[in-house]
């Protein structure tokens, strides 16, 4: 079975200060990798997702992700936040011959000061 | 637009209820997923269901059972309602295969059992 580590619970941050939210998976098989973003009372929405190929992958909201095979992480970060990026984000796994169930890491509430 | 709604976002029920949340998705996807989600404990996986009339187990199904007569409609049942299932409940919808399998979430029922 798959699992997902988050690595910060809370990250508070400046405006305009980078940004790195920690992901580890460990995982027997290919797997593929998500960020989702959580705004307050709201549901989730896709930042952003490795399948293959390029290592780095770009999101929506200026995010971009390294997929790491051997140290098995996925590490969000972005090079320059904002007041708006204040929300909660989990990162999750789905095993690439399963159908469609993903497991969610406990997520990381980014805080984001002026 | 893809979408997938909730039937109620708030809901306030007595011990003892029987409790049905429904969530309707139009992407014609097979997988459909109830997570509730806790403070501190990221989302954790109800019941999922991968075709019509099928179900599987996630990691708590203890009192809830769910109802997949549709492809577009997946309720979940809560029988005799408790306190301990106060919480935010989440649908979510996906494809099985092809590039676009990432999860797509309703925005959530805010459950308060009294």
């Known amino acids: 079975a798959q699992s997902v580590t988050q690595l910060d619970s809370q990250v508070p941050v400046f405006e305009e200060a980078p940004v790195e939210l920690r992901c580890n998976y460990s995982?027997?098989?290919?797997?593929?990798l998500f960020w989702y973003v959580q705004y307050p009372n709201q549901g989730l929405q896709l930042l952003l997702k490795y399948l293959s190929g390029s290592t780095l992958v770009k999101g929506i909201n200026g995010f971009e992700a390294e997929f790491n095979k051997s140290q098995t992480s996925f590490h969000l970060r972005k090079p320059s936040v904002h007041i708006s990026d204040t929300a909660e984000y989990f990162c999750?796994?789905?095993?690439?011959?399963?159908?469609?169930?993903?497991?969610f890491g406990d997520g990381t509430t980014l805080t984001v000061k002026p | 637009d893809v979408k997938v709604t909730q039937s109620s976002r708030y809901l306030v029920k007595r011990t003892g209820e029987k409790v049905f949340l429904e969530c309707v998705q139009d992407?014609?996807?097979?997988?459909m997923f109830w997570y509730r989600q806790d403070p501190g404990l990221g989302l954790r996986l109800i019941y999922f269901s991968y075709d019509v009339k099928m179900k599987e187990k996630g990691d708590i199904p203890e009192g809830y059972s769910v109802s997949r007569e549709k492809k577009e409609r997946f309720s979940l049942i809560l029988e005799s309602a408790s306190t301990n299932q106060t919480s935010m409940y989440l649908c979510?919808?996906?494809?099985?295969?092809?590039?676009?399998?990432?999860?797509?979430f309703g925005p959530g029922t805010r459950l308060t059992v009294l």
């Open positions: 992407m014609d996807h097979e997988n």
């Open positions: 979510a919808s996906s494809f099985t295969g092809g590039t676009y399998n990432e999860q797509f």
């Open positions: 999750a796994v789905r095993v690439n011959t399963n159908a469609g169930k993903s497991t």
């Open positions: 995982s027997s098989v290919s797997v593929y």
